[in-house]
């Protein structure tokens, strides 16, 4: 099939070229533009509690004021607030209001606080009801910008904080975070390109490539988006392009050293390209099939970032699959041997490399080579032991000189820290009849009560007297560990309990949304982990015809991410001191490190079964494939690990942790799983690795056995073949 498909591309490759252009073209004109949602509360199903509380907000109080920002007020010199300095405060608040700035409704001064360090005024606005609205931050970013020429004169200083102020804060650094992952990520490519091959033809090869892709991509997403009403999460863009940009050169570093091994057997450039085709076909469509089924698996998450990620990446995979297999082949075989120019080193393999002699040792000691990899990632699965997940995407992303961050630690001087973003809890009747005064204050009491409540507004009644609103302040940040424990633990349970006969009650807000997002996190671990662990292994067993090796594989691939996790929790937990991974990466990384690590698992084993049907022993198969497939995976690895590494560059530590989590987790499946525990536990296992379908046996129709290692090609210290 893929020989087949390998020589009608080199026969025809203007034409492929040119479809790719028209369908680019039609895709980038008609496609709608690709947008993204940082709302959580839309991210969650209706029977959730927080979402069934934000109903009854929106059914019985429409008219209730939105806290969208807060600005906090304190004397320059950090004195004590004084009589002139209130006034003062309320003066601004008035003057602001005045201003009648789109989505403000009002500016009203609160409390000063008891310690008389800070005041606040709070800005109402609607609530959000279209996630993709950002007028609301451009609110902000006016008031932010009349509120320094109204306090001129003034002893005070100010900033602004809340929920609308971080998403506008988020996405000034996300578009920075967009740019320098980008360039990044092209940056990275070149460089590491023309080191390993010496070829700028070479090095630019992806990036135009998967510059024509990438646009597509976006916009067969969009259009799906829209067709299937999927949402993207805020990063969704800068992990697209490093998802394209990794993974297509992988696929092409897959072709090329094929390509290149082809012509240094004396292929001419055309029949070379077939033969890599032919060879490699299989296994990328296999190791994209196991991405494609992982991301896939996403679509089982009950939370609707992740249902919408998950297509959204397999969409961009699967382009990048047809790319690999259509685009790379056409282009390359019409440059021929000039795509490896000025370099010559195409020509004649390098001696005594040093895949070689890791080949040689593997092949003498695949015990000891398998026990030292499982060692070293079992050691650092460990840390995964003291795994936290944050649920703060906006503050715990930004920079901490970010005005949103530093208004907040203001706030905290003199209030509870959860003042920026109150719980609600709705009390309603089920009798029908109406909550009287005396029950609806009684309740207030009882929440008060509460260990880890601030404070409880008194209760507001709706217009029928069914329900009564509470507004209650934590004494924690509305996503710390202390104010998902209090409303999950005491909050909740209290409200439940202590609802007069005859009413109910919800509690809802951003913290208990936080809750039932760690709560459907928790459930979606249960769901989609095994699911797409169970789809790659289909996947391997149909691809080597085995019923053993899936097993195996996918035991160094849980390893790689134990590690991988470990190692994340360790660095920002433990050394960099962080509250908390972001909640979703352990699912990203297992979906990241499962699938992309069974890529170079599927590389690898592929080859070994190859070196097998040519005759050689387990042991001589593990060293041979090592020295061949080593350089591909290596620099694959490299590559794919260097382009998830420019997240970091980003400046927030969500994108910070996703970029540290992936590169490792990529490392550590190239250099470690791949090139280590597979082979070396291949060579161990013998023959029944391949059990039933005897995979490694020739393929001259012979059905002989692979012979053993007793008669086998001893490898010389360079890693070449000589007779024993």
């Known amino acids: 099939m893929f020989s087949g498909l390998g020589r009608f591309v080199v026969r025809r490759p203007w034409w492929i070229i040119l479809a790719w252009v028209v369908a680019a073209g039609a895709v980038i004109s008609l496609a709608p533009k690709l947008t993204s949602s940082s709302d959580e509360a839309s991210f969650l199903p209706e029977h959730y509690e927080s979402i069934r509380a934000a109903d009854v907000q929106e059914e019985e109080f429409p008219e209730q004021q939105n806290v969208g920002a807060v600005i906090v007020f304190q004397r320059s010199d950090g004195g004590k607030l004084t009589a002139a300095d209130s006034a003062d405060v309320e003066r601004v608040s008035k003057e602001l209001t005045a201003r009648k700035i789109p989505e403000v409704r009002a500016v009203v001064p609160g409390e000063v606080s008891p310690n008389k360090l800070v005041r606040t005024s709070v800005v109402a606005m609607p609530k959000i009801t279209d996630p993709e609205d950002t007028s609301q931050q451009d609110a902000v970013e006016t008031l932010r910008s009349d509120l320094g020429p109204e306090l001129k004169g003034t002893d005070l ?113 055309k029949g070379a390209m077939v033969h890599a085709v032919d060879r490699v076909g299989e296994a990328i469509t296999s190791a994209a099939g196991a991405v494609i089924v992982a991301f896939a698996a996403l679509t089982l998450s009950s939370l609707g970032m992740l249902r919408s990620m998950g297509p959204a990446l397999a969409i961009a995979v699967f382009l990048t699959l047809l790319a690999g297999l259509t685009l790379v082949p056409a282009v390359v075989s019409l440059l021929g041997t000039k795509v490896f120019w000025p370099s010559k080193s195409w020509r004649h393999e390098p001696q005594g490399t040093g895949f070689a002699r890791l080949g040689a040792s593997v092949a003498r000691r695949p015990a000891v080579w398998a026990v030292v990899s499982a060692l070293f990632m079992g050691a650092l699965t460990l840390g995964a032991l003291g795994y936290k997940a944050n649920f703060d995407l906006a503050g715990s992303s930004l920079p901490e000189d970010k005005e949103s961050m530093v208004a907040m630690r203001d706030l905290e001087k003199g209030f509870p820290a959860g003042s920026t973003d109150p719980t609600s809890v709705y009390l309603t009747s089920t009798s029908g009849e109406a909550v009287s005064r005396e029950r609806a204050a009684a309740f207030r009491e009882r929440l008060a009560d509460v260990p880890g409540v601030g404070s409880v507004a008194a209760p507001r009644l709706n217009p029928g007297r069914t329900t009564a609103s509470y507004s209650v302040i934590l004494s924690d940040p509305p996503a710390s560990d202390g104010a998902l424990a209090t409303v999950k633990d005491r ?166 942790q996703m970029g540290f989590s992936l590169s490792f987790g990529i490392v550590i499946a190239a250099f470690v799983m791949a090139m280590l525990f597979t082979p070396a536990l291949t060579a161990l296992i013998g023959h029944a690795a391949w059990w039933p379908g005897h995979g490694d046996e020739r393929r001259n129709g012979s059905g002989t056995a692979p012979r053993s290692d007793s008669a086998r090609e001893e490898p010389r210290a360079d890693g070449a073949p000589r007779p024993r």
């Open 157 to 269: 200083t100010a900033g602004i904080t809340g929920s609308a102020a971080q998403a506008l804060d988020e996405r000034d650094a996300s578009e920075r975070a967009g740019m320098l992952v980008g360039v990044g990520t092209i940056v990275i490519i070149i460089v590491l390109l023309l080191v390993i091959f010496r070829s700028p033809i070479i090095a630019l090869l992806p990036v135009v490539l998967i510059g024509l892709i990438s646009p597509m991509a976006t916009g067969l997403i969009a259009s799906a988006n829209e067709a299937f009403d999927m949402k993207a999460d805020s990063s969704i863009q800068e992990l697209l392009t490093v998802v394209l940009f990794g993974v297509g050169t992988d696929y092409i570093l897959f072709l090329l050293f094929r390509y290149r091994e082809a012509l240094r057997a004396g292929e001419d450039p």
């Open 491 to 656: 909050l909740r349970p209290v409200a439940h309990e202590e609802a007069p006969d005859g009413s109910k009650a919800l509690v809802g807000g951003t913290t208990a949304i936080y809750v039932d997002i760690n709560k459907a996190v928790d459930r979606d671990y249960s769901v989609v982990f095994p699911v797409a662990a169970l789809a790659i292994m289909v996947i391997l067993g149909l691809l080597l015809r085995s019923l053993v090796a899936p097993w195996y594989l996918m035991l160094s691939v849980a390893l790689g991410f134990g590690a991988t996790l470990g190692a994340t929790s360790l660095l920002f937990q433990q050394i960099g001191s962080q509250p908390g991974l972001m909640f979703m990466l352990p699912v990203i990384m297992y979906l990241f490190v499962v699938a992309l690590g069974t890529d170079y698992n599927i590389l690898m084993v592929s080859r070994l079964r190859e070196e097998a049907r040519e005759g050689r022993g387990p042991r001589d198969a593990a060293g041979t494939a090592v020295r061949h497939s080593g350089p591909t995976i290596g620099s694959a690895g490299v590559i794919l690990a260097g382009t998830f590494a420019t997240l970091m560059l980003a400046g927030n530590s969500t994108l910070s």
